[in-house]
């Protein structure tokens, strides 16, 4: 099978299998999309979701946040890790918006890449979800899932990932097709375990690089 026609049959089946997926931050505005993304960085997204409801107890909005010094923002975001630099970064991320885009979260891609601390997966992530547009988010999750079935091959550098399947995905399904591959990854072809390849959906068309059977 050609990596186009894979990349086809495996998005049909994970929609078929996941028709629900959406991205697993909570958030309601597209600059809480970007202050959760940050925290995201080698932390959960549960654990996030419950440090943000705090950090918009206290900083409600754009302007607050953007008036906040990093030190007030690191003593709630801590518990994310990497506190210091998650908080300068959202710091400066806020204040940017207020000054240079009237606090609003620009939709084009090259200038979300200019905003503190965030790079292509995350600009990619705003750009499907807030604005639905093209977009692939080169996670963790997506590196290893499309290494494994062959839709990419032996790449791990997040960029690469993404040019690569930017070439057999169409861009319409791009965005939700990196949300399923998260859903399947934890609950299917998992990391931290032997992959459940018995009750798996692509099981049958799968090459299960890497994976010792």
Same mark, same amino acid.
């Given at each position: 099978?050609?990596? %186009?026609?894979?990349?086809?049959? !495996?998005?049909?089946?994970?929609?078929?299998?996941?028709?629900?997926?959406?991205?697993?931050?909570?958030?309601?505005? +597209?600059?809480?999309?970007? #202050?959760? #993304?940050?925290?995201?960085? %080698? &932390?959960?997204?549960?654990?996030?979701?419950? @440090? #943000?409801?705090?950090?918009?107890?206290?900083?409600?909005?754009?302007?607050? $946040? +953007?008036?906040?010094?990093?030190? %007030?923002?690191?003593?709630?975001?801590?518990? &994310?890790? $990497?506190?210091?630099?998650?908080?300068?970064?959202?710091?400066?991320?806020?204040?940017?918006?207020?000054?240079?885009?009237?606090?609003? !979260?620009?939709?084009?891609?090259?200038?979300?890449?200019?905003?503190?601390? @965030?790079?292509?997966?995350? +600009?990619?992530?705003?750009?499907?979800?807030?604005?639905?547009?093209? +977009?692939? @988010?080169?996670?963790?999750?997506?590196?290893?899932?499309?290494?494994?079935?062959?839709?990419?091959?032996?790449?791990?550098?997040?960029?690469?990932?993404?040019?690569?399947?930017?070439?057999?995905?169409?861009?319409?399904?791009?965005?939700?097709?990196?949300?399923?591959?998260?859903?399947?990854?934890?609950? !299917? &072809?998992?990391?931290?375990?032997?992959?459940?390849?018995?009750?798996?959906?692509?099981?049958?068309?799968?090459?299960?690089?890497? #994976?010792?059977?």
């Amino acid at each position: 099978m050609e990596k %186009q026609e894979m990349a086809l049959e !495996v998005i049909k089946r994970l929609k078929e299998e996941y028709p629900d997926a959406d991205c697993t931050l909570d958030y309601n505005e +597209a600059w809480k999309l970007l #202050v959760s #993304v940050r925290l995201a960085a %080698q &932390c959960t997204d549960a654990r996030v979701n419950i @440090v #943000v409801e705090k950090l918009y107890e206290k900083y409600p909005d754009v302007d607050a $946040l +953007a008036k906040a010094e990093p030190e %007030q923002i690191e003593e709630i975001v801590r518990p &994310c890790g $990497l506190g210091k630099s998650k908080s300068r970064d959202i710091s400066a991320c806020m204040r940017m918006l207020k000054e240079k885009y009237n606090g609003k !979260v620009p939709d084009d891609f090259n200038e979300l890449l200019k905003l503190p601390g @965030v790079g292509r997966k995350s +600009a990619n992530l705003i750009m499907g979800d807030v604005f639905g547009k093209p +977009a692939i @988010v080169t996670d963790t999750h997506c590196i290893r899932l499309t290494n494994r079935m062959g839709l990419v091959d032996g790449i791990k550098e997040p960029k690469k990932v993404e040019m690569a399947l930017w070439k057999i995905i169409p861009p319409e399904e791009g965005s939700e097709f990196c949300h399923r591959l998260v859903y399947h990854g934890r609950e !299917v &072809c998992s990391a931290r375990t032997k992959p459940h390849c018995e009750k798996c959906c692509l099981n049958d068309i799968c090459p299960k690089i890497g #994976v010792e059977l």
